[in-house]
């Protein structure tokens, strides 16, 4: 049991159910009723294959969360000492031998997806997660911004891999079928996740600068300092507060949609000038750990908020 415990939290189990919450609810509630309102159009990810492509994406992730706790060990002992897994409950061997298998599952998963379907080249963009993920671990994330923005664009990725997965059918001229509605929504959503992503790696930096200085990495925090990462961070939250706001207000105008502009206050724009208000007097790790919670909790409702386009089509 203590072996299975620790194997589930070094996959983070909750952000691996996030994924396949995000990629089921942008499948069923946008590409789905797309496909239906076209008259009996099937989209390429038709069940069971939906289910096959975020079992792959799941799988890769988790990998690339094993291969980042591995490298990253004798930071961890000094950042996050109660939360360690890798030699404490699970050896550094069969960390390296789960990675390698999860990785090669995903991949020839993608495959079998591009086999039996008319999706193409989802097993080589699956590699490429897979390439990136241990190129971060071992590089990226010890330099500044780099590999902030490789996981922010991983993280829009979990939703762009649908619109992927279904574009030799999103290019077909078709006047009931609505391809560019599926597009915007890939973009709008991916565009959200980049950068409520990138905010939170920047924020985790600033909780993790003592044990990142000590083993050399040479993060925003560090190379540029805590001040320039807080002013960083806070442009990045007004640009997303400003794209929500305008967003609502073209919801009001155009449709009406008074319950989601409702939802995205309380939800969404609330904890954002939560977060906002209290980033500049976070000083200790406490401080930004609490912030990275709050951000991740934005990070969820922003994704839930997908079950409206569903409730209003």
Not at 263 to 288: H, T
Request: proline share 4%; hydrophobic share 55%; charged share 15%.
């Amino acid at each position: 049991m203590k072996l299975l415990y620790g194997f589930a939290k070094l996959v983070r189990w909750p952000n691996l159910v996030f994924i396949a919450l995000t990629q089921l609810l942008f499948f069923y509630c946008v590409v789905k009723p797309e496909f239906q309102a076209a008259g009996g159009r099937m989209p390429n990810l038709e069940p069971p294959y939906i289910w096959w492509m975020i079992t792959a994406s799941v799988l890769i992730a988790a990998a690339g969360y094993i291969i980042n706790d591995y490298f990253d060990l004798n930071i961890d002992r000094i950042n996050k000492p109660e939360k360690l897994v890798v030699e404490r409950v699970i050896k550094r061997r069969w960390t390296i031998a789960w990675h390698l298998i999860l990785s090669v599952v995903g991949v020839f998963i993608g495959i079998y997806v591009d086999w039996k379907t008319n999706v193409r080249f989802l097993g080589l963009a699956n590699l490429g997660c897979v390439v990136l993920l241990f190129v971060y671990s071992i590089s990226l994330k010890k330099k500044p911004l780099s590999g902030n923005i490789l996981i922010s664009l991983l993280t829009a990725w979990t939703i762009l891999v649908i619109s992927w997965c279904e574009f030799n059918q999103l290019d077909d001229i078709d006047p009931v079928f609505d391809a560019g509605r599926i597009i915007k929504l890939s973009i709008l959503y991916a565009g959200f996740a980049f950068i409520i992503s990138l905010i939170r790696e920047v924020v985790k930096d600033m909780e993790d600068v003592e044990g990142d200085r000590k083993y050399g990495c040479r993060t925003m925090p560090i190379v540029w300092g805590i001040n320039v990462s807080k002013t960083f961070t806070a442009v990045w939250l007004i640009v997303l507060i400003v794209a929500v706001v305008i967003i609502q207000v073209y919801s009001v105008l155009r449709f009406e949609w008074w319950l989601s502009v409702l939802y995205s206050v309380l939800m969404i724009l609330a904890p954002l000038a939560w977060i906002f208000r209290n980033l500049f007097k976070a000083r200790s790790p406490k401080d930004f750990h609490r912030l990275s919670s709050m951000i991740k909790l934005v990070m969820l409702t922003g994704i839930l908020s997908i079950l409206f386009l569903k409730f209003y089509s």
